[in-house]
């Protein structure tokens, strides 16, 4: 992705505009394992938010409270 230093380089040596095959590959890897640590963490935040609803619900103090129909 970095520029070629060296004189006389041509143009499809790593410039931004035409990356090689290997800053491509390791682009779209890099992509793929950050949306999937994006999705666990995401589905992980969900689950804990069910169990924690859960839990609270089942400690409610419910004596006190009529049923109104």
Not at 38 to 46: D, E, I, K, R
């Amino acid at each position: 992705m970095f520029r070629c230093l060296k004189p006389g380089c041509p143009d499809t040596c790593g410039t931004h505009h035409r990356p090689s095959c290997a800053d491509r590959l390791l682009y779209y890897v890099l992509l793929i394992a950050f949306c999937i640590a994006l999705a666990a963490s995401f589905y992980t935040g969900v689950m804990r938010i069910h169990e924690t609803r859960d839990d609270l619900s089942s400690t409610l103090p419910t004596a006190g409270f009529v049923n109104v129909k």
